[in-house]
């Protein structure tokens, strides 16, 4: 049975990221690395505005930012409102590519089912190894949603990032994103209803820069 000093589980870049921060501390620290999504990493562009982070979330996500804009705008009620604030496009393909250089192949599995500990030893589906510490963001983190690209002649216009259309809401959604990237094609993304006084009050910058605090 193969021995990690740390497993981390849970979906979507939060994941991988930690195990960035911690192997760029330490290099030889054994982590395994249990997603639940179909790829490591998952396959939703994460935007996050810039001056939420902290310093040392700044430089790790630096090496992934693939796109950024100055400002970016929310609606609701029928009303559009602009933020002077930057975000910046985040693609989890980079950070999956950073750590098969960190990790390698076999210390990262998709897809993994339930993850369970019990006297150091971690189990998926499928699989098992021994872990001194197991980290568990699954609870910190909602249903990853939905999100597509399309290509539409009439995003022309949208030079800016929606971040939350409330108005556009459904059954199990509280609202809808808008990512343009450029080139007439436009990311939308359903974000899930959230539950629970901890989901409705964190976002992906406040989780982050707990994770990269010490």
Same mark, same amino acid.
């Given at each position: 049975?193969?021995?990690? =000093?740390?497993? %981390?589980?849970?979906?979507?870049?939060?994941?991988?990221?930690? *195990?960035?921060?911690?192997l760029h501390h330490d290099p030889q620290?054994?982590?395994?690395?249990?997603?639940?999504?179909?790829?490591?990493?998952?396959e939703h562009l994460e935007p996050v505005? /810039?001056? &939420?982070?902290?310093? !040392?979330?700044? #430089?790790?996500?630096?090496?992934?930012?693939?796109?950024?804009?100055? /400002?970016?705008?929310?609606?609701?009620?029928?009303?559009?409102?602009?933020?002077?604030?930057?975000?910046?496009?985040?693609? +989890?393909?980079?950070?999956?590519?950073?750590?098969?250089?960190?990790?390698?192949? @076999?210390?990262?599995? +998709?897809?993994?089912?339930?993850? #369970?500990?019990?006297?150091?030893?971690?189990?998926?589906?499928?699989?098992?190894?021994? #872990?001194?510490?197991?980290?568990?963001?699954?609870?910190?983190?909602?249903?990853?949603?939905?999100?597509? %690209?399309?290509?539409?002649?009439?995003?022309?216009?949208? =030079?800016? +990032?929606?971040? !939350?259309?409330? @108005?556009?809401?459904?059954?199990?959604?509280?609202?809808?994103?808008?990512?343009?990237?450029?080139?007439?094609?436009?990311? %939308?993304? &359903?974000?899930?209803?959230?539950?629970?006084?901890? *989901?409705?009050?964190?976002?992906?910058?406040?989780?982050?820069?707990?994770?990269?605090?010490?």
């Amino acid at each position: 049975m193969a021995h990690y =000093d740390l497993a %981390i589980h849970g979906s979507g870049l939060l994941p991988g990221l930690l *195990a960035c921060h911690l192997l760029h501390h330490d290099p030889q620290r054994r982590v395994l690395l249990l997603s639940s999504d179909r790829v490591v990493c998952g396959e939703h562009l994460e935007p996050v505005v /810039a001056g &939420r982070l902290s310093p !040392a979330s700044t #430089a790790l996500v630096d090496p992934f930012v693939v796109a950024s804009w100055p /400002a970016y705008l929310e609606t609701r009620g029928g009303e559009t409102e602009r933020f002077e604030e930057e975000v910046l496009l985040l693609d +989890p393909q980079q950070v999956h590519l950073e750590l098969l250089e960190l990790l390698g192949e @076999d210390c990262q599995v +998709p897809d993994c089912g339930q993850v #369970a500990s019990d006297r150091a030893v971690v189990t998926w589906q499928g699989g098992n190894a021994e #872990a001194d510490r197991l980290v568990d963001l699954s609870p910190l983190q909602g249903p990853p949603g939905e999100s597509e %690209i399309v290509g539409m002649a009439m995003v022309r216009h949208l =030079d800016l +990032p929606v971040l !939350a259309d409330f @108005d556009a809401s459904g059954p199990w959604w509280e609202a809808c994103q808008y990512l343009p990237l450029g080139d007439e094609r436009l990311v %939308i993304r &359903r974000l899930p209803r959230r539950d629970g006084l901890l *989901a409705t009050q964190t976002t992906f910058e406040s989780l982050l820069n707990g994770l990269t605090s010490n």
